[in-house]
């Protein structure tokens, strides 16, 4: 099973049903639901997401939203040596580096899907946008 970190992005477009990309985003996290997938994100997304989804919602039903979404996908860690690295980086966004870094430590997680790929240039790891992912997903099932 591929194992995969799900960006900020992608999982914001899933919550606020943000079109056109929701779509994408929803069929991401079914492949996770379904077990097709293992998704991964990180703590700081965790709570930039709750952040963000307070601001419209009860903090009962953010909760209950995050818990759901916890169910299905898995939490990288983040540790001393992962802010280190992401802090010496040439990432311009440093939570984007946290969460490079997140990854690339997580020795099995060989993708991020984000539509921020820009972001991601001096990453190690493969960078695709969730359209691209589904599309080499569609032609590698095909190809079975």
């Known amino acids: ?16 049903d943000r079109k056109p990309f929701s779509d994408e985003a929803s069929i991401i996290l079914s492949l996770c639901e379904q077990g ?3 998704g991964f994100v990180t703590p700081v997304l965790i709570s930039n997401v709750y952040y963000l989804l307070r601001k419209t919602a009860t903090h009962e039903k953010v909760i209950a939203n ?21 802090l010496q980086s040439k990432f311009n966004d440093f939570e984007d580096a946290l969460q490079n870094f997140s990854a690339q430590n997580q020795t099995e997680i060989k993708l991020i ?3 921020n790929t820009k ?3 001096t990453s190690l790891l493969s960078i695709l946008t969730p359209n691209a992912y589904l599309k080499a997903l569609k032609i590698y099932k095909d190809s079975q």
């Open 66 to 86: 995050l818990k759901k979404l916890l169910s299905i996908i898995e939490i990288c860690n983040i540790d001393k040596g992962v802010v280190l690295q992401a």
């Open 36 to 38: 097709e997938i293992q």
């Open 113 to 115: 899907i984000t539509r």
């Open 119 to 121: 972001d991601y240039k």
């Open 1 to 16: 099973m591929i194992k995969v970190l799900i960006d900020t992005d992608v999982i914001l477009d899933f919550f606020f």
